[in-house]
């Protein structure tokens, strides 16, 4: 049972409203000043609070005010109730962080369509998806209503093959792109020609999405590690659910904060560590990344170029460093995959 915290200074609508929400199933605490309501909201936090702008003692704005300064108390959802219709007055509240209105006179059904939207937003901003395919799933099956799998089957599914450009630095993004079967890596070349592997994705996975919403240009190359199957999901569809949902914005923005610190992690790992530190990093953030099976050794196919380019070093000097982890006993190479024995050798080179 959500808790409603209503301040009003008016005692018959206090009352009124206070019986309206009882009925439609709400806790409610009341105060009939801000100064009570303030006190109330610290001494028993709400779920949400609907408060009167003018009021005695302290009136509408200053409630949200000293609510904002507690942290505590920050983030309920807040709805003022108000008789002024300014747009003055409306956009005062929105910017001291107010969540909506709900405008004297009002109908019963006008307050608790509010009251349960912002309840409803809240409760999804307090979720924690996971930070892959299947996170983003959920994510956009909560704030538009219906599974990504709609937007995926509705779209063309297409066959690259290995080696095949997805797109390059410097091209704008027409679509998100959904991997159904296969790798496909994202690297950079520098101006020698040298190549620098900057993520892969597998089975699952979008990318392609960074550029979208920064609306620019690629900043690097997709490839295809092997043949794939790849859902084109058009540009238009993303910008909508993104710009249509502010709170699904933020869920994805917080997806894509974990993928910032892996990269702040690899570069770090480029500058100061040795380069056997650096395969031994490398092949554990594969695993971490592509292993689903907690019971059996990870095993991975890819190629030599490819690892290389991950560990920052040249292929020759990636060979000889996992023919020495072979001889340590700390990987098995078997028709050309890279298999783990001992992850715990591998950690303690990074110590």
């Known amino acids: 049972m959500a808790h409603i915290l209503l301040i009003e200074d008016n005692h018959d609508i206090r009352e ?4 309206i929400l009882e009925l439609a199933g709400y806790k409610v605490s ?16 709400p779920d949400i609070i609907v408060c009167d702008i003018m009021m005695p003692v302290l009136d509408g704005y200053g409630v949200l005010h000293l609510l904002n300064r507690n942290p505590q108390l920050t983030g309920i959802p807040f709805i003022f109730l108000t008789a002024k219709a300014e747009r003055a007055d409306f956009r005062k509240g929105m910017e001291m962080g107010a969540d909506d209105y709900v405008t004297k006179p009002f109908t019963d059904i006008e307050l608790l ?24 799933r959920q994510m956009i099956r909560d704030f538009k209503g219906h599974d990504l799998s709609n937007i995926t089957n509705a779209n063309e599914c297409h066959e690259y093959l290995k080696k095949q450009l997805l797109y390059k630095e410097g091209s704008y993004p027409r679509y998100l792109f959904h991997i159904k079967k296969g790798k496909i890596k994202t690297f950079k070349i520098n101006e020698l020609g040298k190549e620098f592997t900057t993520n892969i994705f ?6 392609g999405y960074t550029a ?8 690097e190359n997709a490839e295809a590690m ?14 909508q659910l993104i710009e249509k949902s502010p709170e699904a914005s933020k869920k994805f923005i917080h997806l894509l904060a974990s993928n910032v610190s892996e990269k702040e992690q690899q570069l770090l790992g480029l500058a100061y560590n040795s380069l056997r530190k650096r395969v031994a990093d490398t092949l554990i953030s594969l695993k971490k990344k592509f292993h689903t099976k907690t019971d059996e050794q990870f095993s991975m196919h890819i190629s030599r170029e490819d690892l290389a380019n991950l560990a920052g070093t040249a292929t020759e000097s990636l060979i000889r460093t996992l023919s020495d982890f072979k001889s340590e006993k700390i990987i ?11 992850e715990e050798k591998l950690n303690r080179m990074l110590n």
Do not use: H, W
């Open 226 to 239: 092997e043949d794939c199957e790849i859902t084109l999901i058009a540009k238009d569809d993303f910008d």
């Open 332 to 342: 098995e190479i078997k028709e050309g995959n890279i298999v783990i024995l001992d």
């Open 202 to 207: 597998s089975e699952g996975d979008f990318f």
């Open 113 to 136: 369509t509010a009251i349960e939207s912002r309840l409803k937003k809240s409760e999804l901003l307090k979720k924690d998806y996971a930070g892959d395919a299947d996170g983003m």
């Open 30 to 45: 009341s105060a009939a000043n801000g100064k009570a309501g303030v006190e109330l909201a610290i001494s028993n936090p």
């Open 16 to 19: 009124n409203t206070t019986e």
């Open 212 to 219: 979208i919403l920064e609306k620019s240009a690629y900043k």
